[in-house]
């Protein structure tokens, strides 16, 4: 599936099943949800904290997931074509970055 798809099938799935759109602020909330939520599992997966029990049958992808669908519906939403948006961000990364990693004495 492309980005593109990805962003027509969550569209369809909105103006089909979801009913409507929320609105763009309730979405961003909604995004910085599911971003605490994919945060609070990588923590407890990658770092020191321990589980809670609740916790324990949550899955790092399905997180992630969740996390893309609703930048994807926040795009949707805006006009943004995300693959468009992401070539611009690479070549943006290339010019910019071309060396800066390279010489970083801290990657080494």
């Known amino acids: 599936m492309t980005i593109?798809?990805?962003q027509q099938q969550v569209d369809e799935w909105i103006k089909t099943t979801g009913v409507?759109?929320?609105n763009e602020l309730t979405n961003l909330g909604i995004l910085?949800?599911?971003?605490?939520?994919?945060?609070?599992?990588?923590?407890r997966t990658y770092g020191e904290q321990s589980f809670k029990e609740s916790d324990k049958h949550k899955n790092l992808q399905d997180e992630?997931?969740?996390v893309l669908w609703v930048l994807?519906?926040?795009?949707n939403q805006t006009g943004i074509d995300?693959?468009?948006?992401?070539?611009?961000n690479f070549d943006k990364k290339n010019i910019r970055d071309k060396d800066r990693h390279k010489n970083?004495?801290?990657l080494k």
Do not use: I
Request: proline content about 0%.
């Open 4 to 6: 593109q798809q990805a």
């Open 82 to 88: 995300l693959t468009a948006a992401l070539e611009k």
């Open 20 to 22: 409507r759109y929320f």
């Open 104 to 106: 970083n004495e801290k």
């Open 72 to 75: 994807l519906c926040l795009a």
């Open 32 to 43: 910085m949800e599911e971003v605490g939520e994919l945060s609070r599992l990588m923590v």
């Open 64 to 66: 992630m997931a969740d």
